[in-house]
């Protein structure tokens, strides 16, 4: 009997087989929701949106019952490494298992509820949260004011750059240059691009730190800015960060803290105490938000005196009498996002903040340190560190006598690693490191994971010399075996066409 369209897909498909896509699965007619009928009358779309405006034919979407739809979401999550799956020690991301109570708060109906467009006097418990959360970041951080507009890490480096601009400008010094060291994380020189400012990259010496020398020589008055994350991407404590800040300030310049990842650091120092400026924070790395394909996330940017009446606006303010308003500076850069930001991110970090209290924040960083440094001194015979100092929450290794000696790479291991059941660390970053592979992981991980993490990575170890082959072709007991990054990046289909189907 011939059916209509679309491919069945049932439990089966865990196996081997490959999950078919969406549009696959597609049945016209089939639909996954249903609208409540009302008395609103129906009016053309023509009616609101201009025709240049409007699509010239239908999207053609995939249809399909919730049946199908919640089966095949189902089924590819089931095929996925997830921090509620097990060790997720991706370095740089903080992939840390997250409090469920925290998720919990930010799916109560009292605050998802309420759309961001209500009036101050009818969301008052929102603005009260924000109003918090603010605080609390600047108490963490040292820091006198915050905007919690900006939607991501990177987005909260270019709202950084954008105040350092007009700070400067409102001092009649416009300035062009911006310092970053070698081992930054990339979106740093993007921001900086973004932000109309050109990068002057400072090199590392040879104990990974900033050439404090360097550094100086390429100060002047035309320099905007540094921009630093401390502990750096190689995981270690900037020494002299205090040298760093006093000399950029000799020159008028001010301090950027990437702090895009706060796990080192939370209740034992504060950015504000270092000397800088602007700080902005990832709460989708270290405020219970997963980094990545977790979803959205949000990268407030925390200042100093100096820099407040700069901030984005509109934020949320509290007056004498206890009620809350939205209030903009006049002199505040403007908005950084259509709303006030992504809200549900932002109540997760104020549960996970308030669920742990001061000294909890204090006992997450000593842990995740405590992590890196136990496993990079277990793997020290097997993956050396790249440079041999206690390192803060984590540890960059290196594969390199792996590939002179057997042709197996730093992406080797890490894929190796999957089959073991482990997600691959961060690999080839920073890129100042051959043959990096870089472990985060994470306080929440306990010494029995991190045993059994070691076992699987001298278990490869030995692979590189008895199955080098395998190695190579690694993961291959995994659903999706080794894949040609190469061509996934360059022939990316990001898109299916009905013409196509
Ligand atoms: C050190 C550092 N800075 C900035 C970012 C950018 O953050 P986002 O991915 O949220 O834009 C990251 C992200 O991983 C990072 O590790």
Redesign the pocket.
């Known amino acids: 009997m011939s059916l209509p369209g679309g491919r069945a897909a049932s439990a089966p498909l865990l196996g081997h087989e490959i999950e078919p896509t969406i549009f696959e699965l597609s049945v016209h007619g089939r639909s996954a929701y249903q609208l409540r009928t009302t008395d609103v009358p129906a009016i053309p779309l023509s009616d609101f949106i201009p025709a240049e405006h409007l699509a010239p034919k239908r999207v053609a979407l995939a249809e399909v019952s919730e049946r199908d739809l919640v089966g095949h979401f189902t089924r590819l999550s089931h095929r996925q490494f997830s921090v509620d799956l097990g060790a997720y020690p991706l370095g740089?991301?903080t992939m840390k298992y997250n409090p469920k109570f925290c998720d919990a708060v930010a799916a109560d109906p009292g605050l998802n509820s309420v759309h961001p467009g209500v009036p101050a006097s009818l969301s008052q418990g929102w603005l009260e949260l924000l109003v918090t959360l603010e605080h609390k970041l600047c108490v963490i951080t040292g820091m006198a004011a915050a905007t919690l507009q900006p939607a991501?890490?990177?987005?909260?480096?270019l709202t950084g750059l954008l105040l350092m601009r007009a700070y400067h400008g409102a001092n009649g010094d416009l300035r062009k240059r911006i310092l970053i060291p070698d081992s930054?994380?990339g979106?740093?020189p993007a921001s900086v691009t973004l932000g109309g400012y050109e990068v002057t990259t400072i090199p590392s010496n040879d104990r990974g730190l900033v050439d404090l020398a360097a550094l100086k020589a390429a100060l002047g008055p035309d320099v905007a800015g540094i921009m630093l994350?401390n502990p750096n991407?190689l995981g270690l404590f900037e020494e002299e960060i205090v040298e760093i800040a006093a000399a950029v300030h000799a020159v008028g310049g001010l301090l950027y803290y990437?702090g895009?990842?706060l796990n080192a650091i939370l209740g034992v120092i504060r950015p504000g105490d270092m000397g800088f400026d602007i700080v902005?924070m990832?709460l989708?790395?270290t405020f219970a938000t997963p980094?990545?394909g977790g979803g959205p996330?949000a990268?407030p940017v925390a200042v100093s005196p100096r820099l407040v009446e700069f901030l984005p606006g509109p934020r949320a303010a509290c007056r004498d009498d206890g009620s809350y308003y939205w209030e903009t500076s006049e002199r505040s850069i403007g908005r950084v996002h259509g709303w006030h930001g992504n809200s549900m991110v932002l109540a997760r970090a104020l549960a996970y903040i308030d669920v742990h209290g001061g000294d909890g924040l204090t006992r997450v960083a000593q842990h995740a340190v405590l992590n890196a440094n136990w496993l990079r001194e277990r793997l020290r015979e097997t993956l050396p560190a790249a440079y041999d100092r206690v390192c803060m929450h984590e540890c960059v290794l290196t594969a390199t006598w792996l590939k002179n000696a057997y042709g197996v790479r730093g992406l080797d291991v890490a894929k190796g690693l999957l089959e073991e059941g482990f997600h691959s660390p961060t690999v080839y970053f920073p890129l100042i490191v051959d043959e990096a592979l870089m472990f985060e992981p994470t306080e929440t991980e306990s010494v029995q994971t991190l045993e059994s993490l070691a076992a699987s990575i001298e278990r490869i170890a030995v692979r590189a010399k008895t199955d080098t082959d395998g190695l190579h072709h690694a993961p291959q007991t995994t659903p999706v075996s080794r894949v040609d990054e190469a061509r996934a990046a360059r022939q990316l289909i990001a898109t299916e066409d009905a013409a196509d189907r």
């Open positions: 740089s991301c991501a890490g990177a987005a909260g480096e930054a994380h979106t740093n994350t991407t990437d895009a990842n902005h990832n989708h790395k980094h990545g996330g990268g």
